[in-house]
């Protein structure tokens, strides 16, 4: 496995947080802090409420940070009230899609199922799909989290080809650590991350595993973040409440880059 093969994704989850005018003042706190007129090593996304989604599209121009949504339906179009069409975001410069988080699975009915259909349907239309997975805490204490793991990435990546899976991200969540403040240590993450690789290599080969990105999520902070990314399989982060301070998320971008900057 090999680490300098990937390009580390730092993402911030903002979830039902920020008006639009909110966003753009976020988005411009932290194009002060993080680009402060370099250009990155690792990819930094903004994934935002879709009411903020457009007004941050346009307070990025011009930088390398890219704008990513929460969720995506899987049809075209149709009557699915409340829903937002890959077409939709793809139109108003929206380039990731984060499909599955633990929230959506835990307050809205989403299942491995949907969450397949919904990634499936981001690369048919040129989105890149963050498919979240991760166990609960009593799946982990139980012994179970390899096999969920495994289960849900089997599930969620069904029918995708090869050529497909090359573009998905993976976030690694468990469960237990989103929003609680009780970070899975470095080897945990580590571990999960290696296991989630070799699930991929099972499913794809061996080269498709080593070139996929797999993030950790679930309270990284600017104090934690340089170990958990110091892991060989931990390519990034998928960060909640960190990614609303712009002080906090600019030190865990800066720990990424660091760690990319040994491969150049
Ligand atoms: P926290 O960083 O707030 O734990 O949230 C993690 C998460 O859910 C990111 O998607």
């Not at 259909?117 to 989290?145: M, N």
């Not at 690789?197 to 990284?220: F, P, V």
Request: glycine share 10%; charged share 25%.
């Amino acid at each position: 496995m090999n680490k300098s093969k990937r390009r580390a994704i730092i993402a911030g989850n903002w979830k039902m947080n920020k008006t639009a005018a909110e966003a753009v003042a976020l988005t411009e706190e932290i194009k002060n802090s993080v680009f402060s007129g370099r250009t990155q090593d690792c990819e930094v996304v903004l994934c935002v409420p879709f009411t903020s989604l457009q007004a941050v599209v346009k307070a990025v121009e011009g930088t390398s940070i890219k704008v990513g949504a929460q969720n995506v339906h899987f049809e075209p179009c149709g009557a699915f009230t409340g829903e937002i069409s890959v077409d939709m975001l793809k139109e108003i410069g929206v380039e990731y899609v984060i499909v599955g988080h633990s929230e959506r699975r835990q307050y809205f009915g989403e299942t491995d199922q949907t969450v397949n259909k919904r990634a499936k349907a981001a690369l048919a239309g040129g989105l890149v799909p963050i498919v979240c997975i991760g166990e609960l805490l009593s799946q982990r204490e139980s012994g179970e989290t390899e096999n969920v793991l495994s289960s849900q990435l089997k599930l969620c990546l069904e029918g995708m080809s090869e050529s497909d899976i090359k573009k998905v991200v993976i976030a690694y969540e468990p469960v237990w650590a989103i929003g609680t403040g009780k970070t899975a240590t470095d080897e945990q993450a580590g571990d999960a991350c290696l296991f989630i690789r070799e699930c991929i290599a099972k499913l794809y080969n061996h080269e498709i595993a080593d070139g996929i990105t797999i993030q950790y999520g679930g309270s990284m902070n600017a104090a934690n973040a340089a170990g958990l990314l110091s892991k060989e399989d931990v390519d990034g982060g998928l960060i909640g409440g960190a990614s609303l301070k712009a002080i906090d998320f600019s030190k865990i971008v800066k720990s990424a880059n660091t760690l990319e900057r040994r491969f150049l």
